[in-house]
């Protein structure tokens, strides 16, 4: 089985000039964990995921702590946020992720997103240009066929 | 893929049959068969019936809220998967289409739900994404209503940046989204006169007014002018020739629902295909007779399409 077959044929998008807080409601409204970045033609330039909006506003040393009960509040993490959320994406997203391709098999997709602990991938055509998207759900109900 | 089609305000279809409809009191349906959901919209539609006829489109729409991620989700698990979409999501909710169906008293009641606000930083964002996938494509069909928040004159736009992507433009529209469109000059034109037969202000009775506004909207630039006249016949005017369409005979028909989007898949495919304008006229009039003759938005694919070209006769009208 081939990606083609399987994946999501939504090529829903957001361009790198999009504001953080832009992509923030896309996801939301979108029941998505991350979106692929287009440029004008539609074609892949990168991916923003919520995570990238975490990492940015939740300071580094935080990531080493077993436990976070002693912070007093959440107040830093808002104000990282107020002061990126007007900015674009280009600044946050992930340039040069590997996209799947249309002919690419449902193992070497598999693969791919399980080694790279990815929860999604875009799918191109031949051109580059964004034909769909791959989430780790699609792998296993295609793999339940 | 090859053809886009533009939906900027996407309906979720319920219908319902009800037998004995009355207002004021409880109706219980217990048969989940009599109640059907599914995405509407002109432009879906379109992108509905050129997947039944084997062509691949990208669906282009703006969503809101719950039900437009039920929309969503319904357009991929109903199609199979089938159909590219892009949806830009805004904060209200897509709006719902209420049809009742009662076969005993044989009435049909319909409600037809406001749809989102968009505001212009969407819009600018939509535009930005119809550009983007105009760069992919050779056909864009336009049409259907516009969301409040967006001006009427948005089809006038479109139409022209299609122009200038060097894309055939097909504007399915009524009103005065319609008026703006003609004015830029789209390929082809399909006035949606089923509300009002009122055309660039002037109404529609005779053939002859028909012929002279197919004739106004072709000097304002359009190649092709197509006009439902009298349930059964097309008028079909290009800067060459004008013809009316017929249909031999009689059919039974169970469906005049979306049977003018059926039209323009039908017309797509001829194109798509090589085919001239007249013989993709053909192709879009037998579409929309094969729509007419099952239950729901099917047209029986390429051979249900085929099989009902032979009901189609063609006539040339002096003029």
């Known amino acids: 089985m081939k990606v083609k077959d399987f994946m999501e044929r939504d090529v829903t998008a957001v361009f790198s000039d999009e504001t953080v807080e832009e992509f923030i409601h896309a ?37 080493m702590l077993h436990s976070t009960s002693f912070i007093p509040d959440t107040n830093i993490t808002k104000k990282r946020l107020e002061e990126i959320k007007n900015k674009h994406i280009s600044q946050y997203m992930r340039e040069n992720v590997e996209a799947l391709k249309t002919t690419d098999t449902l193992l070497s997709a598999a693969t791919l997103i399980i080694k790279k602990s990815h929860r999604f991938l875009p799918v191109v055509d031949e051109d580059g240009h964004l034909a769909g998207i791959v989430t780790r759900a699609l792998i296993l109900e295609a793999l339940l066929i | 893929m090859d053809v886009l089609t533009v939906t900027l305000n996407p309906a979720l279809d ?25 995405p509407g919209g002109k432009g879906i539609n379109v992108s509905l019936y050129l997947d039944q006829l084997g062509i691949e489109s990208t669906a282009l729409g703006i969503l809101g809220g719950l039900t437009g991620r039920m ?10 998967n089938r159909i590219f979409t892009s949806f830009l999501y805004v904060k209200d909710e897509t709006r719902e289409n209420l049809t009742l169906v009662d076969r005993k008293s044989k009435t049909i009641t319909a409600l037809n739900l406001p749809g989102p606000k968009v505001d212009q930083r969407s819009f600018e964002l939509f535009m930005k994404k119809y550009v983007a996938l105009l760069s992919r494509v050779k056909i864009c069909e336009i049409g259907g209503t516009i969301p409040s928040g967006i001006s009427l004159e948005v089809y006038n736009k479109m139409v ?127 579409a929309a ?15 249900g399409m085929n099989a009902a070209m032979k009901l189609i006769e063609m006539e040339r009208v002096l003029s």
């Open chain 2, 14 to 38: 319920r219908l319902i049959e009800i037998d004995n409809l009355e207002i004021g009191t409880i109706h219980r349906i217990f048969e989940s068969e009599k109640t059907h959901i599914s």
């Open chain 2, 160 to 286: 022209n940046m299609a122009k200038k992507a060097n894309v055939m433009t097909i504007v399915n529209a009524h009103g005065e989204p319609l008026s703006h469109a003609i004015e830029a000059g789209p390929d082809i034109v399909k006035p949606d006169i089923r509300g009002s037969k009122v055309v660039l202000g002037k109404t529609l009775n005779t053939l002859d007014d028909y012929v002279s506004s197919a004739k106004e909207i072709i000097d304002k630039g359009a190649r092709m002018v197509i006009y439902s006249f009298e349930v059964k016949n097309d008028l079909v005017v290009t800067p060459e020739w004008t013809y009316l369409f017929k249909m031999k005979g009689e059919i039974k028909r169970i469906n005049l629902m979306g049977t003018g989007d059926a039209y323009i898949a039908g017309l797509i495919y001829g194109i798509s295909n090589g085919k001239d304008f007249f013989e993709s006229v053909r192709y879009g009039m037998a």
């Open chain 2, 71 to 80: 929309f969503q989700v319904r357009m991929k698990r109903d199609f199979d």
């Open chain 1, 27 to 63: 996801c939301v409204h979108q029941f998505r964990s991350g979106l692929p970045v287009v440029d004008s033609e539609m074609r892949v330039v990168g991916v923003m995921t919520e995570s990238d909006v975490m990492h940015a506003i939740i300071p580094s040393y935080m990531e």
């Open chain 2, 289 to 303: 007779i094969a729509d007419e003759l099952t239950e729901e938005k099917n047209i029986g694919g390429i051979d």
